[in-house]
Nanobody, 126 residues
Framework: QVQLVESGGGLVRPGGSLRLSCTAS????????LAWFRQAPGKEPEGVAS????????KYCDSVKGRFTISRDNAKSTVFLQMKSLNPEDTAIYFC???????????????????WGQGTQVTVSE
Protein backbone atom coordinates (compact mmCIF):
# COMPACT_ATOMS: atom_id res chain seq x y z
CA GLN A 1 0.00 0.00 0.00
CA VAL A 2 1.36 3.38 -1.03
CA GLN A 3 1.52 5.73 1.91
CA LEU A 4 3.11 9.07 2.71
CA VAL A 5 3.35 10.16 6.33
CA GLU A 6 4.30 13.71 7.32
CA SER A 7 5.74 14.65 10.69
CA GLY A 8 7.47 17.55 12.39
CA GLY A 9 4.68 20.07 12.51
CA GLY A 10 3.73 21.99 15.62
CA LEU A 11 3.43 25.36 17.28
CA VAL A 12 6.34 27.76 16.88
CA ARG A 13 6.84 31.44 17.62
CA PRO A 14 7.43 33.98 14.87
CA GLY A 15 11.06 33.86 13.80
CA GLY A 16 11.38 30.22 14.78
CA SER A 17 12.21 27.13 12.76
CA LEU A 18 10.71 23.74 12.05
CA ARG A 19 11.79 20.77 10.00
CA LEU A 20 9.09 18.72 8.33
CA SER A 21 9.63 15.15 7.19
CA CYS A 22 7.63 12.97 4.87
CA THR A 23 8.40 9.27 4.69
CA ALA A 24 7.09 6.86 2.10
CA SER A 25 6.08 3.30 2.71
CA UNK A 26 5.14 0.70 0.15
CA UNK A 27 7.31 2.27 -2.55
CA UNK A 28 10.61 4.02 -3.10
CA UNK A 29 10.77 7.78 -3.58
CA UNK A 30 13.81 7.71 -5.81
CA UNK A 31 11.81 7.62 -9.05
CA UNK A 32 9.57 10.56 -8.15
CA UNK A 33 9.64 14.32 -8.08
CA LEU A 34 8.64 15.49 -4.61
CA ALA A 35 6.90 18.56 -3.32
CA TRP A 36 5.44 20.28 -0.30
CA PHE A 37 2.11 22.07 -0.46
CA ARG A 38 0.21 23.94 2.19
CA GLN A 39 -3.34 25.02 2.78
CA ALA A 40 -4.36 27.72 5.20
CA PRO A 41 -7.94 28.03 6.47
CA GLY A 42 -10.18 29.55 3.83
CA LYS A 43 -7.44 29.55 1.19
CA GLU A 44 -6.59 27.50 -1.85
CA PRO A 45 -3.72 24.98 -1.64
CA GLU A 46 -0.36 26.50 -2.46
CA GLY A 47 2.74 24.83 -3.83
CA VAL A 48 5.59 25.68 -1.48
CA ALA A 49 8.66 23.78 -2.66
CA SER A 50 9.56 20.99 -5.03
CA UNK A 51 12.64 18.93 -5.84
CA UNK A 52 13.32 16.98 -8.98
CA UNK A 53 13.80 13.25 -9.27
CA UNK A 54 17.48 13.87 -9.87
CA UNK A 55 17.69 16.15 -6.85
CA UNK A 56 19.52 18.70 -8.96
CA UNK A 57 16.63 21.14 -9.35
CA UNK A 58 14.42 22.82 -6.78
CA LYS A 59 11.62 25.34 -7.03
CA TYR A 60 10.05 27.56 -4.38
CA CYS A 61 7.09 29.89 -4.23
CA ASP A 62 8.08 33.51 -3.83
CA SER A 63 6.86 33.83 -0.25
CA VAL A 64 9.28 31.19 1.09
CA LYS A 65 12.38 31.78 -1.04
CA GLY A 66 15.43 32.19 1.15
CA ARG A 67 13.62 30.81 4.19
CA PHE A 68 12.62 27.26 3.27
CA THR A 69 14.82 24.47 1.92
CA ILE A 70 13.58 21.21 0.43
CA SER A 71 15.82 18.16 0.37
CA ARG A 72 15.50 14.44 -0.16
CA ASP A 73 17.12 11.29 1.16
CA ASN A 74 16.26 8.46 -1.22
CA ALA A 75 17.91 5.84 0.97
CA LYS A 76 15.46 6.75 3.74
CA SER A 77 12.54 7.36 1.34
CA THR A 78 12.11 10.73 2.98
CA VAL A 79 11.70 14.31 1.82
CA PHE A 80 12.37 17.20 4.18
CA LEU A 81 11.29 20.81 4.41
CA GLN A 82 13.52 22.99 6.58
CA MET A 83 11.63 26.14 7.50
CA LYS A 84 13.30 29.19 9.05
CA SER A 85 12.20 32.69 9.94
CA LEU A 86 8.63 31.51 10.21
CA ASN A 87 5.84 34.07 10.36
CA PRO A 88 2.10 33.82 11.06
CA GLU A 89 1.39 33.75 7.30
CA ASP A 90 3.12 30.35 7.19
CA THR A 91 0.41 28.84 9.38
CA ALA A 92 -1.23 26.02 7.41
CA ILE A 93 -1.53 22.30 7.01
CA TYR A 94 1.51 21.11 5.10
CA PHE A 95 1.25 18.16 2.72
CA CYS A 96 3.89 16.23 0.86
CA UNK A 97 3.24 14.92 -2.62
CA UNK A 98 4.97 12.74 -5.22
CA UNK A 99 4.71 12.71 -8.97
CA UNK A 100 6.25 10.78 -11.83
CA UNK A 101 8.50 13.29 -13.56
CA UNK A 102 11.95 12.54 -14.83
CA UNK A 103 15.26 14.34 -14.72
CA UNK A 104 15.41 17.92 -13.53
CA UNK A 105 11.70 18.75 -13.58
CA UNK A 106 10.36 20.50 -10.47
CA UNK A 107 6.85 21.98 -10.37
CA UNK A 108 4.40 23.55 -7.92
CA UNK A 109 1.01 22.76 -9.45
CA UNK A 110 -1.10 20.28 -7.51
CA UNK A 111 -2.37 18.50 -10.63
CA UNK A 112 1.20 17.48 -11.41
CA UNK A 113 1.35 15.16 -8.39
CA UNK A 114 -0.23 11.77 -7.95
CA UNK A 115 0.04 10.72 -4.32
CA TRP A 116 -0.45 12.84 -1.22
CA GLY A 117 0.10 12.54 2.50
CA GLN A 118 -2.47 13.40 5.15
CA GLY A 119 -0.74 16.57 6.25
CA THR A 120 0.84 18.03 9.36
CA GLN A 121 -0.27 21.25 11.06
CA VAL A 122 2.15 24.15 11.36
CA THR A 123 1.05 27.04 13.55
CA VAL A 124 3.14 30.18 13.91
CA SER A 125 1.95 32.31 16.81
CA GLU A 126 3.13 34.11 19.92
Amino acid sequence: QVQLVESGGGLVRPGGSLRLSCTASGFSLEAYALAWFRQAPGKEPEGVASISTSGAATKYCDSVKGRFTISRDNAKSTVFLQMKSLNPEDTAIYFCAVGVHFGDWAGLESYEYDHWGQGTQVTVSE
